[in-house]
């Protein structure tokens, strides 16, 4: 699996990533690790979720986490576009600033 340094950061990532919007969506949580299990055996470690993915808000990244083998800790992408159920801070980082602390 082809890797990418992701700016400056240090981090690398694979150049194909896995779409998880279908996470807690159209596939329940046993399709889903069995989705994520075979990425991760691929060699996959570049996860791409949104709070805005799932049935309700954020199922996707819920989802995700448990899917996710607790000793892989190698990175996640995360979408930024607005707050989970509003569409008034579109496009801006301010709230995820607040929200994540």
Not at 73 to 93: E, N
Request: hydrophobic share 40%; aromatic share 4%.
């Amino acid at each position: 699996m082809q890797m990418r340094h992701v700016g400056r950061s240090g981090l690398k990532v694979t150049t194909v990533g896995l779409g998880c919007n279908n996470l807690g969506w159209t596939i329940d949580q046993q399709a889903s690790n069995s989705v994520v299990a075979r990425a991760l055996d691929l060699g996959v470690n570049l996860f791409d979720t949104a709070d805005r993915y799932g049935r309700a808000a954020g199922d996707s990244e819920v989802v995700l986490g448990k899917a996710l083998d607790p000793a892989v800790r190698d990175c996640a992408a995360q979408q930024v576009w607005c707050r989970a159920g509003q569409r008034t801070h579109a496009g801006q980082l301010a709230w995820l600033r607040h929200d994540s602390g």
